[in-house]
């Protein structure tokens, strides 16, 4: 999870990687959310920024919105898998403090 504050000029990062960067990044040109201009920003600095096995994980990361799974079809002409949302390892944790 991620988020930029335009009024600050400011991009707070709660996930440090290179993917979530990029979809930070993609936003900035415009507030249009998670658009298909959004989509097509963030699948090229995909393109331009990662490396090929990193690119094609961070393309399926995109159809988990709508705007990502019309442009995944749009450039593969297929459908993408199912989006499985990845279970936070915090959900299951228990407390281990004695
Ligand atoms: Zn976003």
Known sequence: MA????DTDTMMLC?????T????????????AHSDAWAKRLWD???????????????LEITRYLSGRRLYIKKL??????????????????PTSK
Do not use: R
């Open 21 to 32: 960067m990029l979809h930070e990044i993609a936003h900035l040109p415009k507030d249009d």
């Open 77 to 94: 002409g297929e459908k993408p898998p199912k989006y499985e949302d990845q279970v936070s390892i915090w959900v299951n944790t228990k």
């Open 15 to 19: 996930h440090f990687d290179k993917d």
């Open 45 to 59: 600095l995909q393109e331009t920024y990662l490396n090929k096995k990193d690119c094609q994980v961070a393309h």
């Open 3 to 6: 988020w930029v504050d335009k």
